[in-house]
């Protein structure tokens, strides 16, 4: 069973949806006891990081026990910036802290929000990229980015101007950038790669 983390920020309810169209056991939940016996979580959201990370709240320290377990966490759009640790996003907030890392904002002579469709050269050693070959294009939508510093991180880029990272792999944490639950046949291949390496558990690693 895959949890997405309910915790009252946009897009969660697609994502779950999402994952039933391709096949996979989930649930969306905040219930203490689920998330700890979850083969794998999610944490999506369409929100400001402060916002997000205060309405994960208790939840954090949850995540990252669990995280620490070795099971496998994605973090989609505000969840992938959730799991650096801090963000600069309208004020200062501390993050999870399971990648080092921080959240800037994309830099100036860009357009911003960064949204639509945008290609990710896809690196051959991330496991939520198997099956999907050298470049995709994923769907984007955010105004600020994580600046990734953590050298146990393997990153695939976008570019957007600037190697702007799409997505994150380090041992069992996962972020995306972009959306997969918007990003069609690719997005849903990722999703499908998270689910495999859920029912894998630390055998995938």
Known sequence: ?????????????????????VGCTVRLSRIESEIRKADGLVLPGVAAFGYAIGQLGSLSEIVKEYAAGGRPVLGICV???????????????????LIKGDVVALPPGRVIPHMGWNKV?????????????????FY??????????????????????FNLPASVQKANIYGTQF??????????????NFASLCEKGADAY
């Open 1 to 21: 069973m895959i949890i997405v983390i309910d915790y009252n920020v946009g897009n969660v309810r697609s994502v779950c949806n999402a994952f039933n169209y």
């Open 79 to 97: 969840g992938h910036q959730l799991l650096f640790d801090k963000s600069f996003e309208q004020g200062e907030y501390k993050g999870l802290g």
């Open 121 to 137: 050269s896809v690196s051959k050693d991330m496991k939520l990229f198997d099956g999907l070959g050298g470049e995709r294009h």
């Open 140 to 161: 984007f939508a955010h105004s600020f980015y994580a600046k990734i510093t953590d050298n146990d991180a393997r990153i695939a880029f976008a570019d957007y101007g």
């Open 179 to 192: 959306h997969p639950e918007k990003s069609g046949p690719a997005g849903l291949q990722i999703l499908k």
